[in-house]
């Protein structure tokens, strides 16, 4: 069994240069969440899907920000025109909506924008 | 303010310590709680999971919920140093929603 993984782990860029991230959950889990920490905080939340329908976005992400689960497998989030200030650690997880619904988390994608 | 408080630390500690870590809360909406731990540069790990107020045992970790003070904590006991690590609370308001977590507490556990 592998847990959720996540492509790049690390990715530098400059600014105004649009980068993609991946995630792939756990296999049976059919809801996947995007969060975002920075350096000394806690995770936040960005966004979540349930199979390939996204049903919840937070305030937080922008427009230059777009995710997908076109087949409600992998996703993909999509950061354009990137700033200094996405400089983050981007985090994917994955669950089972059935029953206690834990959320286990990827090891992250490290973004540094120049 | 932000919803979720969790001091930063650093908390330092000597091996084989009883740890006490805790976070507050301002909404009383929120009924799941967990405790994540993440190493250095490594995503988030489940610890324990809790629904509603009460204390739950898992090995040495203890987690309580006391949802009329909006005050969760997590006890560790006889303390290694393979637990330094940021310990992460996290909340949310029904199974599946997303989490809210506090800032972290650094540990340090020295041999």
């Known amino acids: 069994d592998t847990g959720v993984s996540q492509d790049p782990r690390h990715k530098i860029t400059k600014r105004g240069q649009n980068v993609t991230f991946r995630c792939d959950p756990i296999?049976?889990?059919?809801?996947l969440y995007w969060y975002r920490q920075t350096l000394g905080q806690g995770p936040e939340f960005l966004t979540y899907?349930?199979?390939?329908?996204?049903?919840?976005k937070s305030r937080l992400l922008s427009d230059r920000f777009s995710a997908e689960r076109p087949k409600g497998s992998f996703s993909t989030l999509e950061i354009q025109r990137t700033e200094q200030g996405d400089s983050a650690m981007y985090l994917c997880?994955?669950?089972?909506?059935?029953?206690?619904?834990?959320?286990?988390f990827g090891p992250g994608t490290r973004l540094l924008v120049l | 303010q932000k919803e979720v408080e969790q001091d930063p630390g650093p908390l330092s500690v000597p091996e084989g310590a009883i740890v006490s870590l805790n976070c507050t809360y301002s909404?009383?909406?929120?009924?799941?709680f967990m405790w994540y731990r993440q190493y250095s540069r490594k995503g988030p790990e489940l610890l324990m999971y809790?629904?509603?107020?009460g204390n739950k045992e898992d090995g040495r970790f203890t987690a309580q919920v006391d949802k009329s003070s909006k005050y969760i904590s997590l006890f560790i006991r006889d303390s290694q140093p393979s637990d330094s690590a940021t310990y992460l609370c996290?909340?949310?308001?029904?199974?599946?929603?997303?989490?809210?977590f506090g800032g972290g507490t650094r540990l340090m556990v020295k041999p």
């Open positions: 997880a994955s669950s089972l909506a059935m029953g206690q619904e834990t959320q286990y």
């Open positions: 809790t629904y509603s107020s």
């Open positions: 996290a909340m949310s308001y029904n199974a599946g929603n997303m989490l809210t």
């Open positions: 899907f349930q199979n390939e329908a996204q049903l919840e």
């Open positions: 296999s049976e889990h059919n809801r």
């Open positions: 909404n009383s909406a929120f009924q799941y």
